[in-house]
């Protein structure tokens, strides 16, 4: 849900609304309970804006002089090329503007986005789809936050490290909240047998699917999701599937695909084990056992006499059967899946 933009509430022509009253009404509307905390513009540079006035000043210098010699075609010239810089700067100053009056405050239950211009947008954890241009990783060197946030109301906001400051930590508060939110229920669709769609990819417990394709959990080897394109390697090749940033709640899907490739990697080795015969033991002959069994020769028996029965040549050692690892398997795979005990905001937001 989005609220009417900031001095455009009442009757008789806009009034000025205070924003903080806007953020609250849309708290109230969306129950997103207690309020966590507030994020402000990122502190604008106006290092390129001063550039720019640098230059325009320059041009403008050299107008004048163009003038006072009598130059006039020089002089207009001079002045056209001076409009350039004096643009951009204009353009940038009232950029840096809007950026200012930004904010982006977080809830118990969902979060709200106002920019200058636009109107106060509102989501909750539980129902909100979040896409994430690129994903971090650990042992990156700089990484880069931009959302994208929709709502099944139709609400939509997108913001970047470059607007808000501290973004690492928004960023990762954002991914996590949704995350936990709506992971216990993802888990219990698959688990149930249903299939829980990611845009063009969906997920169930036999298989991953991507554009009327089916990848078996036993065939994936690994899924990957550097440079901002999730693929897979999928019994030693590896399969693009599709942009990091097209894929709503990517931690959620992330986490479900890799609990269910898990869970086949570890059948399948469980049934390998099972397969497998085990290695017969050797009889171990002690003396004293050698002198009371009747079908070993006796110590003192002489070495060249075969005195053993005829028997024996038959006698065959049986193999014991394999031991089973827990129940019995059946025709029908179901794998449990169950969302971790205590999973912690940083350690969701940091999986890759």
């Known amino acids: 849900m ?32 207690t309020h966590r905390q507030t994020f402000l513009p990122a502190p604008a540079s106006d290092s390129l804006v001063r550039g720019y006035g640098i230059v325009a000043g320059g041009f403008a210098a050299v107008g004048v002089i163009c003038v006072t010699v009598g130059a006039y075609p020089g002089a207009l010239a001079i002045g056209l090329l001076a409009l350039v810089p004096t643009s951009l700067a204009f353009f940038r100053g009232r950029r840096n503007r809007r950026h200012r009056t930004a904010r982006l405050d977080l809830f118990e239950f969902g979060m709200t986005v106002y920019r200058s211009g636009e109107q106060v947008a509102g989501f909750r954890w539980n129902s909100a789809e979040v896409r994430q241009q690129v994903i971090p990783f650990q042992n990156s060197a700089h990484t880069e936050y931009s959302l994208r946030m929709s709502g099944p109301d139709g609400a939509e906001a997108a913001f970047d490290d470059t607007l808000f400051g501290e973004a690492r930590e928004w960023g990762r508060a954002i991914q996590s909240a949704v995350t936990l939110a709506q992971l216990p229920r993802a888990v219990a669709a698959i688990d149930d047998g249903a299939t829980v ?118 006698q065959r050692i049986e193999s014991p059967t394999p031991a089973t690892n827990g129940t019995t398997k059946t025709a029908d795979r179901s794998i449990e899946i169950t969302p971790a005990p205590t999973t912690s905001t940083e350690s969701v937001a940091t999986k890759l």
């Not at 009327?212 to 019994?235: P, T």
Request: glycine content about 6%; hydrophobic content about 45%; cysteine-free.
């Open 2 to 33: 989005t609220t009417p933009s900031h001095g455009d509430v009442g009757t008789g022509g806009p009034q000025k609304v205070p924003l903080s009253q806007l953020i609250h009404l849309m708290a109230e509307y969306q129950k997103l309970g």
């Open 197 to 314: 769609h990611f845009g063009e990819i969906a997920l169930d417990l036999a298989a991953l699917y991507f554009r009327s394709r089916a990848y078996a959990w036993e065939q994936i080897q690994l899924i990957d999701a550097r440079s901002g394109l999730v693929r897979m390697k999928v019994d030693g090749n590896w399969v693009s599937l599709t942009p990091v940033g097209q894929i709503p709640n990517f931690y959620i899907f992330n986490e479900l695909a890799e609990r269910l490739r898990l869970a086949a990697a570890a059948e399948s080795a469980a049934e390998s084990a099972a397969i497998e015969p085990a290695e017969p033991e050797l009889r171990t002959i002690t003396p004293a056992a050698a002198e009371s069994d009747p079908r070993t020769p006796g110590l003192d028996a002489d070495p060249m006499v075969d005195s053993a029965p005829a028997a024996t040549a038959d």
